[in-house]
T-cell receptor, first 109, second 115 residues
């Protein structure tokens, strides 16, 4: 089993749709969690950290379920500019970050 | 937010040339820097992790004599691709982290094309 798994995608959604990304991780000792987005031929950019209580940043909501070892990212009212690959990232203190394979999102006009 | 600068952003050179890529953390001290490689339509692949003042830790399958990493200060790490060949053509990205559970911040990446 891979350390971090994500929905295989791609997701093709119309503008204004709500889209949810799922991510699971295998290392129960993992301590910090992040969502990154990567545009085509660009570097990954930090989208948001994921906190145990869940957190929201504008149209983006991230949630963490430690018991199920599951992380989610919800995008509401999707925009064309949200089109990118979304990477789930898991870190265990003192060890390297582990990146999921990413889920590609295309928001269509 | 934290800024990581990577230079050069694009390199085209002949087979056999050695290429040096710099990664700088501009507004924070990076205890750890990471080097990744990404082929088209594939995931990021971690090549090595470097901590300031110590030898880099290479991932399995990555030749340390081929990819020389130097992390001489808390704000600078360099990757040298020695005697590059066409199969080394890829997108190389560095990232830096302040410490522990802090997120990584990525440089802009270097697109390397070996003719």
């Amino acid at each position: 089993r891979k350390e971090v798994e994500q929905d295989p995608g791609p997701f093709n959604v119309p503008e204004g749709a709500t889209v949810a990304f799922n991510c699971t991780y295998s290392n129960s000792a993992s301590q910090s969690f992040f969502w990154y987005r990567q545009d085509c031929r660009k570097e990954p950019k930090l989208l948001m950290s994921v906190y145990s209580s869940g957190n929201e940043d504008g149209r983006f909501t991230a949630q963490l379920n430690r018991a199920s070892q599951y992380i989610s990212l919800l995008i509401r009212d999707s925009k064309l500019s949200d089109s990118a690959t979304y990477l789930c990232v898991v870190n265990t203190h003192g060890q390297n970050f582990v990146f999921g394979p990413g889920t590609r999102l295309s928001v269509l006009p | 937010g934290a800024v990581v600068s990577q230079h050069p952003s694009w390199v085209i050179c002949k087979s056999g040339t050695s290429v040096k890529i710099e990664c700088r953390s501009l507004d924070f001290q990076a205890t750890t820097m990471f080097w990744y490689r990404q082929f088209p339509k594939q995931s990021l692949m971690l090549m090595a992790t470097s901590n300031e003042g110590s030898k880099a830790t290479y991932e399995q399958g990555v030749e340390k004599d081929k990819f020389l990493i130097n992390h001489a200060s808390l704000t600078l790490s360099t990757l040298t691709v020695t005697s590059a060949h066409p199969e080394d053509s890829s997108f190389y990205i560095c990232s830096a982290r302040y410490e522990g559970n802090q997120p990584q911040h990525f440089g802009d990446g270097t697109r390397l094309s070996i003719l």
